[in-house]
């Protein structure tokens, strides 16, 4: 509820009864910041992240500390500039890379504000997956804050979907937002995974954010020389070769595909709020990942 001065009322009337004054909108940020750093998983860069409260209704942000003048890269769709192995964020000459576990841990566990100061080119993977995000927002906790400028939740009507081949992206109208995801590969130890997640922030602590990222052992030389992967080692990723895992035990018996959830739970945050829709995907990437949202605002 707005309550409105005897003075304003008065104001307000004498503009009209068509007159309204804007609504105000209950939104969250960080009661406190924190602070993680670590190596990232493409550039192998060390990074420092602090992420902070803000109650300016700017949404989530990052700002590289590290570049002059400390620019601020949105995390919103129009920043989008490549989805190469993870998404990457750019405003300008300013980028910041494998945003995905942090963004997934913000926006799923309530934090609609956020200033995330980074002072280098992509964000630490730390264990692999989004655990260690989601239990520093649990240790500072939420904050309320109110605001006129709040993203609005996007409410289907009909399905829409993307494809490329037999994998897809696909958003159903549903009352609750729903991830649910598909993986086939060759490799036994992984083969047909399926699951299904409610958005809801304790069993995303639980459920989704200590799935870790996996890679496939023959894939390993070939990423290394188009430069990539340069920060993944076998304590922050799981490897899967053609006799098993390298590096058992799986904190799930489903843990890949939980970790895809996790992956399109942080790029569909992009959107700004989580839409009121069953988001299927099978066989997908973070590519697909950005076209469905992109056709869910008709770009």
């Known amino acids: 509820m707005v309550l409105i001065m005897k003075e304003e009322a008065d104001s307000t009337s004498a503009l009209g009864k068509d007159f309204e004054l804007p609504q105000m909108k209950t939104e969250y940020t960080l009661a406190d910041e924190f602070e993680l750093s670590g190596v990232g998983l493409h550039s192998g860069a060390l990074a420092k992240v602090r992420v902070l409260p803000d109650s300016t209704g700017k949404g989530r942000y990052f700002v590289r500390t590290d570049l002059p003048g400390s620019p601020i890269i949105p995390a919103h769709w129009k920043y989008v ?3 190469v192995l993870s998404t990457e964020l750019a405003n300008e000459n300013a980028s910041v890379r494998t945003v995905e576990h942090l963004l997934a841990a913000l926006a799923a566990m309530g934090v609609d504000n956020a200033r995330i100061e980074i002072d280098g080119p992509e964000v630490p993977l730390l264990d692999g997956s989004a655990k260690l995000w989601a239990e520093a927002i649990a240790d500072v906790g939420l904050s309320e804050t109110k605001t006129t400028s709040s993203p609005p939740c996007l409410s289907l009507t009909s399905p829409i979907w993307v494809h490329e081949g037999d994998a897809f992206v696909a958003a159903l109208p ?19 995974q399926w699951y299904s997640w409610v958005l809801s922030p304790s069993s ?55 970790h895809k959830i996790l992956d399109l739970v942080g790029d569909i945050s992009l959107l700004g709020k989580f839409p009121s829709a069953h988001i299927i995907a099978y066989k997908a990437s973070h590519k697909l990942h950005v076209q469905l949202f992109q056709s869910l605002i008709g770009v």
Do not use: M
């Open 204 to 258: 995303f602590i639980t459920e989704i954010a200590p799935a870790r990222t996996f890679g496939l052992a023959h894939q390993i030389d070939q990423l290394l020389a188009q430069g990539l992967i340069k920060g993944g080692s076998l304590d922050n990723a799981l490897v899967c070769g053609a006799e098993g895992w390298l590096n058992p035990p799986l904190r799930f018996a489903n843990e890949p595909v939980r």
């Open 81 to 83: 500039r490549q989805t």
């Open 174 to 192: 549903a009352e609750k937002t729903r991830f649910s995801y598909a993986i086939d590969f060759e490799l036994p130890a992984i083969g047909q």
